[in-house]
Nanobody, 124 residues
Framework: QVQLVESGGGLVQAGGSLRLSCAAS????????IGWFRQAPGKEREFVGV????????ALADSLKGRFAISRDNAKTTVYLEMHSLKPEDTALYYC?????????????????WGQGTQVTGAS
């Protein structure tokens, strides 16, 4: 069982930056594809981005390209989500999720391991 723990959320002014971390408990983390999702109050959970197990392939939601980036450090069993030029509409609970599927993409049903989430609030 893989346990994922997100951290790094907080309150940030519009235009600010945050880096979220997703730390895994298991040594086989390097074979797990990690995705980021977010859920705003009253809305469905939406895809943010995904990074392959080796870190060479990434994908981001079209609306977030140019502002967000994903990276991973398998030696530290951690995946990062860099967020820049934050907007109030980025306010959400951000989750990382793990999948043993080679490329689960944006389908949240392909992800089997979920963290508890970290809150990001973009102030106007």
């Amino acid at each position: 069982q893989v346990q994922l723990v997100e951290s790094g959320g907080g309150l940030v002014q519009a235009g600010g930056s945050l880096r979220l971390s997703c730390a895994a408990s298991e040594g086989t983390f390097s074979s797990i594809t990690i995705g980021w999702f977010r859920q705003a109050p009253g809305k469905e959970r939406e895809f943010v981005g995904v990074i392959s197990w080796i870190g060479t392939n990434t994908a981001l939601a079209d609306s977030l390209k140019g502002r967000f980036a994903i990276s991973r450090d398998n030696a530290k069993t951690t995946v990062y989500l860099e967020m820049h030029s934050l907007k109030p509409e980025d306010t959400a609970l951000y989750y990382c999720a793990g999948s043993r599927t080679v490329w689960p993409g944006r389908d949240l049903h392909e992800y089997y391991y979920w963290g508890q989430g970290t809150q990001v609030t973009g102030a106007s």
